[in-house]
T-cell receptor, first 115, second 114 residues
């Protein structure tokens, strides 16, 4: 079974600053994927970024990047130049590379952006 | 491009009643999923489907029934609703082809069981 742990229930960041959200996971799979989803107050789940475990290069999407440490089973999300619209719940999730392709989610980190 | 839709968006029902939540996607994705989101638990998988007429249980399937007669629809039925099933329900879909199977989520259905 896969497990995902987000140890920071809440975090805050000043507008225009950088913040890092932590995520650790546990899996016995050799083939897996990792995701960060954003859930704003509208409750819509929005994909932020994804990472293939076999790729050593960290994924980036504009202001969002990850620090993927495979040996440590760590997958943190860095948000640069934080904007008010970044305020949301952020969920880390893992996915097996085969089988059901279900997502296993962490419990989330609530990010507040201070103007 | 409608994507993935859920209906109703809000539902209030009483204990013991049958409730069906609808999910429809226009992408012809093979895989579809139902999750529930509760405070302190994140999202947990209820059921998933790999294709029409193929369904399987997830982490929390008790009290729920699913069917998938058409690729685009994946209804979730609570046969006899209980208060513990008060939650926000999300449907998601994904392709089955290679690489990460990114799941795209519907807007959610907020269900209150009195």
């Amino acid at each position: 079974a896969q497990t995902v742990t987000q140890s920071q229930p809440e975090m805050s960041v000043q507008e225009a600053e950088t913040v890092t959200l932590s995520c650790t996971y546990d899996t016995s799979e050799s083939d897996y994927y990792l995701f960060w989803y954003k859930q704003p107050p509208s409750r819509q789940m929005i994909l932020v970024i994804r990472q293939e475990a076999y790729k050593q290069q960290n994924a980036t999407e504009n202001r969002f990047s990850v620090n993927f440490q495979k040996a440590a089973k760590s997958f943190s999300l860095k948000i640069s130049d934080s904007q008010l619209g970044d305020a949301a719940m952020y969920f880390c999730a893992s996915q097996k590379g085969a089988g059901s392709y279900q997502l296993t989610f962490g419990k989330g980190t609530k990010l507040s952006v201070i103007p | 491009d409608a994507g993935i839709t859920q209906s109703p968006r809000y539902k209030i029902t009483e204990t013991g009643r049958q409730v069906t939540l609808m999910c429809h996607q226009t992408w012809s994705h093979s895989y579809m999923f139902w999750y529930r989101q509760d405070l302190g638990h994140g999202l947990r998988l209820i059921y998933y489907s790999a294709a029409a007429d193929i369904t399987d249980k997830g982490e929390v399937p008790d009290g729920y029934v699913v069917s998938r007669s058409k690729t685009e629809n994946f209804p979730l039925t609570l046969e006899s609703a209980t208060r513990s099933q008060t939650s926000v329900y999300f449907c998601a879909s994904s392709l089955a082809a290679g690489g990460p199977k990114t799941q795209y989520f519907g807007p959610g259905t907020r269900l209150l069981v009195l």
